[in-house]
Each structure stands twice: as structure tokens, then as C-alpha cells.
């Protein structure tokens, strides 16, 4: 081959590669290259910064959602520990004699329960451990609990509204 036929060809092949490449081929011209993969780049960077979001909040609401059945479990605990507590103190001061009954619920501290549940529960494991009802001489069927213990006034020796109570609730 000549050196102008080799010249020439050279410049073709140079002429081609800086050349746009037309639309038809499917192949982006050397301008538009940049601005694609500028493009490029942010839809990346939106769609990795819209998965962080969307990771961040369902994070959230997992969250919460543990953080809640935890408070649930923590105050049933709590609860429990409220009963077992009254009930340990109440079998504590029957065994050794020092009060019973009613009175000795209430010197155990059955005021500090919250609901009618709870002391329901703590006569319960009171009259299972001693074998007696502390509130058996009185007739609490279908009372509220709560209303009863509340309306008990006592001191460190006896139960002060004790004939109150038996008019309001009733012997058994």
C-alpha cells in the first residue's frame, strides 16, 4: 500500500471515532455520553437515597411496634410483681401470727394493687398459700374489688369501718 492510501485510511478511522454516531445505530455521539451518565449518576443517587428512606421508616414502625408489645410485657411483669408481692407479705404475717383475714391484706399493702384484677389475683394466691380466704367473711360476689378495698380504713391493729363494710358488702 502507497503511504497516501495508508495516510488517508488513518484519517477515516480517526475521522470515525470523533465523528457522532447517528441515532439509527443505537449509539449515543461523544456529547451526549456525559450527559447520560450525569443522569445516570443522580437517578442512582435519588433511588439509593429513596431506599435509605423507605428503610429508615419501615425501621421506625418496627420499631414502635417492639417498643409497644415491650411496654405491654413490662407492665404485665409489673403487675404480677405488684400481686406476688402483697400476696408474699400477707402469707408472711399469717404464718407468724401477727394479723389476718382483711386486715392483714390491707396491712400488706392489697391498697397499692390497681384494678380489681389484681387483688382478685393476690386473695388468690394468698388463699392458696394459707389455705384460707382473707376475705372470706365477707360476701364480695360480683363486687368491685377495687371499691371495696378502697372504702376499708384501718391502722396497724384493726380494720376501723369494719361494721361499715359487713352493712355495705354483707356476711356471707
Given amino acids: 500500500?502507497?503511504?497516501?492510501?495508508?495516510?488517508?485510511?488513518?484519517?477515516?478511522?480517526e475521522a470515525r471515532r470523533s465523528a457522532p454516531i447517528s441515532r439509527a445505530t443505537g449509539?449515543?455521539?461523544?456529547?451526549?455520553?456525559?450527559?447520560?451518565?450525569?443522569?445516570?449518576?443522580?437517578?442512582?443517587?435519588?433511588?439509593?437515597?429513596l431506599l435509605s428512606v423507605l428503610t429508615y421508616v419501615a425501621g421506625v414502625r418496627?420499631?414502635?411496634?417492639?417498643?409497644?408489645?415491650?411496654?405491654?410485657?413490662?407492665?404485665?411483669?409489673?403487675?404480677?410483681?405488684?400481686?406476688?408481692?402483697?400476696?408474699q407479705r400477707y402469707v408472711t404475717l399469717v404464718r407468724t401470727n401477727q394479723t389476718g383475714a382483711l386486715h392483714g391484706l390491707l396491712v400488706a399493702g392489697v391498697k397499692n394493687l390497681r384494678s380489681s384484677d389484681e387483688i382478685r389475683l393476690a386473695r388468690e394466691?394468698?388463699?392458696?398459700?394459707?389455705?384460707?380466704?382473707?376475705?372470706?367473711?365477707?360476701?364480695?360476689?360480683?363486687?368491685?374489688?377495687?371499691?371495696?378495698?378502697d372504702a376499708c380504713v384501718f391502722d396497724n391493729t384493726s380494720v376501723k369501718n369494719d361494721r361499715e363494710l359487713l352493712e355495705r358488702f354483707g356476711k356471707k
Fill in 62 to 87: 418496627r420499631g414502635k411496634k417492639y417498643r409497644q408489645e415491650d411496654l405491654a410485657a413490662a407492665a404485665a411483669h409489673e403487675a404480677d410483681h405488684r400481686i406476688d408481692r402483697v400476696a
Fill in 1 to 13: 500500500m502507497p503511504k497516501s492510501a495508508s495516510r488517508s485510511s488513518a484519517r477515516s478511522i
Fill in 125 to 149: 394466691r394468698a388463699a392458696a398459700q394459707t389455705g384460707n380466704d382473707p376475705l372470706r367473711q365477707y360476701s364480695l360476689a360480683g363486687a368491685d374489688l377495687k371499691e371495696f378495698v
Fill in 27 to 49: 449509539r449515543c455521539s461523544g456529547g451526549s455520553s456525559k450527559y447520560n451518565r450525569w443522569v445516570l449518576e443522580i437517578a442512582l443517587s435519588i433511588g439509593g437515597l
